[in-house]
């Protein structure tokens, strides 16, 4: 009896993948470990010259894009159809979390509006762009970046974050359902606190902020941007065939925890 042989690396051989944010954090991990796994990479991102970087160190493409713009949204997942053939991943993966969004007390209505265009508005046109080259070919995998604090709630909120990385989810669970017999896929990545620029930045300036959330984590720490671009990877592969519409947390246990451990 002879046991199969199966090349992880090359398990997204022949697909083309669209990364937005893919210039830094999670999407420039995710875009190395696509890479790595055999698909070909475009990455959307806002940064011109961290984007061409991210591009070139990848060996793959960059379109510069302002997710909340339909125009260049559109432009983005069509060049990529145009240039490689297909549309075969999308991870939308572009947030903000900017300091003026902070409790439902101080955000301000500016501060409100621009999270939720980028992070919220932008996964609405990125899908929409994805589905209508997915569609067309019967086949493709959605992985949209909602949070953990999707699913619970933040004593130290971030009340625009909080609230679109919910409308993130929930739009995903419902784009799972409708496009399932169509062959597409459409999964809510809801990572816990990533040990990311963004992330870093924010702890920071607010070491207290950073050590109250670091106790509520069994692991005992933030997950790596490589860790969740395991995850995406895994969601976008053919071995994650069965799973759509799901909350797929990697949190470090943190959304199942009561106590943690000494």
């Known amino acids: 009896m002879t046991i199969e042989k199966i090349d992880l690396t090359q398990r997204l051989k022949g697909k083309v993948a669209v990364i ?69 991943i999308a ?42 080259h997915m569609v067309a070919q019967q086949s493709g995998s959605i992985i949209n970046t909602a949070s953990f604090v999707a699913v619970m709630g933040s004593a130290t ?16 669970k419902e784009l799972g359902v409708q496009f399932a017999r169509q062959g597409i896929r459409v999964n809510a990545l809801c990572p816990g606190p990533v040990n990311t620029p963004l992330l ?21 720490r933030f997950a790596e941007p490589e860790e969740l671009a395991a995850a995406v990877a895994f969601l976008a592969s053919d071995d994650a065939s069965f799973i759509t519409a799901s909350t797929f947390l990697v949190d470090g246990g943190i959304s199942s925890a009561y106590v943690t451990p000494l």
């Not at 870093?200 to 005992?220: S, T």
Request: net charge negative; proline share 3%; charged share 20%.
């Open 20 to 88: 937005t944010g893919g210039a830094s954090g999670i999407g420039l991990a995710t875009a190395k470990r696509f890479a790595a796994e055999g698909a070909t990479v475009v990455i959307g991102d806002f940064n011109a010259e961290t984007g061409e970087a991210a591009a070139e160190l990848v060996g793959g493409l960059f379109v510069q894009v302002d997710v909340t713009d339909e125009e260049q949204v559109n432009n983005l997942f069509d060049t990529a159809k145009s240039t490689y053939g297909s549309v075969d």
């Open 91 to 132: 991870f939308n993966n572009a947030g903000i979390s900017p300091p003026d969004d902070d409790s439902i007390e101080t955000t301000e209505l500016p501060a409100w509006n621009k999270v939720q265009d980028v992070n919220l508005k932008s996964v609405y046109l990125c899908s929409r762009a994805a589905l209508r």
């Open 157 to 172: 909120s971030q009340i625009s974050y909080t609230a679109s990385k919910g409308g993130v989810l929930a739009m995903t």
């Open 200 to 220: 870093q930045e924010l702890f920071a300036k607010d070491p207290e902020r950073a050590q109250r959330r670091l106790v509520h984590i069994p692991k005992g």
